[in-house]
């Protein structure tokens, strides 16, 4: 979210404003300005969470309602109008004046009144991500007010504010995170799971690193006691025995490399050498060199390629239906 550094090629940072890029290899370079940093001033984020033609400010409310604070809204009721397009002679008018008539209607304005200012703080950005300070010759409008009555001028104090309480966002990411590895929605019995990992990854200042490592430590149990995992197509269980035994159901020794498997190439070596050096000195090493790590990786590449992928996929939707 505060990350000061993106990666970019010569196109991509003629489209972010960043000079003296060549070339079409990426490369990490500095960000200097803040509206650019972090996950909000991206163009992958922020075009898909526009239309083809303009923007969305209640798209982009609720993708990070849904993603960034873990409190999905609603959803609309059917018969909601569509905007009014701008009939022939008229002025221009900019999308917060559109919205503006929209929310006129009682039901709609009570949807609207969480999401439309978190999207509206993004207006500076158009559909595809490129900054802007007009729309349809007129100034843009990007200030409002949130549901906590926080007060936000643009991108900047948006993330400001969303980043005075990081732990909703940490909390939202992790539970994604999980719900990834496991290859399942999560239960009320996953949440102390999910609140261990963000206690532990506090001391750590919130990284990301912590966090994956986290979910590798942890086991998540289901409903019926046992830790559900799931790689490449099967379901592995694991399932306790006695007092600090677990017995497995498939072949894999433990269920943090298949979290491995799962993550595929996301996770690196680098990642994984200090806490594993940390594990050895405190006796808890189970097993995972960095060969065996190694062996997941090249089987993750495997198993996450283009044909591993549609299984993957489908191997979900058969469980599920199960």
Same mark, same amino acid.
């Given at each position: 979210?505060?990350?000061?550094?993106?990666?970019?090629?010569?196109?991509?940072?003629?489209?972010?404003?960043?000079?003296?890029?060549?070339?079409?290899?990426?490369?990490?370079? %500095?960000?200097?300005?803040?509206?650019?940093?972090?996950?909000?001033?991206?163009?992958?984020?922020?075009?898909?969470?526009?239309?083809?033609?303009?923007?969305?400010?209640?798209?982009?409310?609720?993708?990070?309602?849904?993603?960034?604070?873990?409190?999905?809204?609603?959803?609309?009721?059917?018969?909601?109008?569509?905007?009014?397009?701008?009939?022939? #002679?008229?002025?221009?008018?900019?999308?917060?004046?559109?919205?503006?008539?929209?929310?006129?209607?009682?039901?709609?304005?009570?949807?609207?009144?969480?999401?439309?200012?978190? #999207?509206? %703080?993004?207006?500076?950005?158009?559909?595809?991500?490129?900054?802007?300070?007009?729309?349809?010759?007129?100034?843009?409008?990007?200030?409002?007010?949130?549901?906590? #009555?926080?007060?936000?001028?643009?991108?900047?104090?948006?993330?400001?504010?969303?980043?005075?309480?990081?732990?909703?966002?940490?909390?939202?990411?992790?539970?994604?995170?999980?719900?990834?590895?496991?290859?399942?929605?999560?239960?009320?019995?996953?949440?102390?799971?999910?609140?261990?990992?963000?206690?532990?990854?506090?001391?750590?200042?919130?990284?990301?690193?912590?966090?994956?490592?986290?979910?590798?430590?942890?086991? %998540?149990?289901?409903?019926?006691?046992?830790?559900?995992?799931?790689?490449?197509?099967?379901?592995?269980?694991?399932?306790?025995?006695?007092?600090?035994?677990?017995?497995?159901?498939?072949?894999?020794?433990?269920?943090?490399?298949?979290?491995?498997?799962?993550?595929?190439?996301?996770?690196?070596?680098?990642?994984?050498?200090?806490?594993?050096?940390?594990?050895?000195? %405190?006796?808890?090493?189970? #097993?995972?060199?960095?060969?065996?790590?190694?062996?997941?990786?090249?089987?993750?590449?495997?198993?996450?390629?283009?044909?591993?992928?549609?299984?993957?996929?489908?191997?979900?939707?058969?469980?599920?239906?199960?």
């Amino acid at each position: 979210m505060t990350a000061d550094y993106t990666f970019v090629n010569e196109r991509l940072a003629r489209h972010y404003g960043i000079p003296y890029v060549n070339g079409s290899h990426f490369r990490r370079v %500095a960000l200097t300005d803040d509206a650019r940093k972090g996950l909000l001033g991206k163009g992958g984020v922020l075009t898909v969470t526009s239309h083809v033609d303009r923007t969305s400010p209640v798209v982009r409310g609720k993708w990070l309602m849904e993603n960034i604070l873990g409190t999905p809204p609603p959803p609309p009721p059917a018969d909601v109008p569509p905007l009014k397009e701008k009939e022939e #002679g008229q002025k221009p008018r900019t999308m917060r004046e559109r919205m503006e008539e929209h929310r006129r209607n009682a039901v709609c304005a009570n949807c609207h009144k969480p999401m439309d200012p978190l #999207g509206f %703080a993004l207006e500076n950005f158009d559909a595809i991500g490129a900054w802007r300070t007009t729309e349809g010759g007129s100034a843009i409008d990007a200030s409002g007010q949130l549901a906590d #009555g926080t007060s936000v001028d643009g991108v900047v104090t948006l993330r400001h504010a969303l980043m005075s309480r990081p732990r909703v966002f940490v909390g939202t990411f992790t539970e994604k995170l999980l719900t990834y590895a496991l290859g399942r929605g999560l239960s009320a019995h996953d949440m102390p799971v999910v609140r261990t990992i963000d206690r532990e990854a506090a001391r750590d200042d919130f990284r990301f690193s912590s966090i994956v490592l986290g979910i590798v430590r942890e086991r %998540a149990v289901s409903d019926e006691g046992e830790t559900v995992v799931y790689r490449a197509g099967k379901l592995v269980s694991w399932k306790p025995e006695a007092r600090g035994s677990w017995r497995c159901s498939s072949k894999d020794r433990d269920p943090r490399r298949t979290f491995l498997r799962g993550m595929g190439v996301a996770v690196s070596l680098p990642l994984l050498r200090s806490d594993g050096a940390r594990r050895n000195r %405190a006796g808890q090493d189970r #097993g995972e060199s960095e060969d065996a790590v190694r062996s997941d990786l090249r089987a993750a590449r495997r198993d996450l390629g283009a044909n591993g992928r549609r299984r993957w996929q489908a191997g979900a939707s058969s469980s599920r239906r199960a």
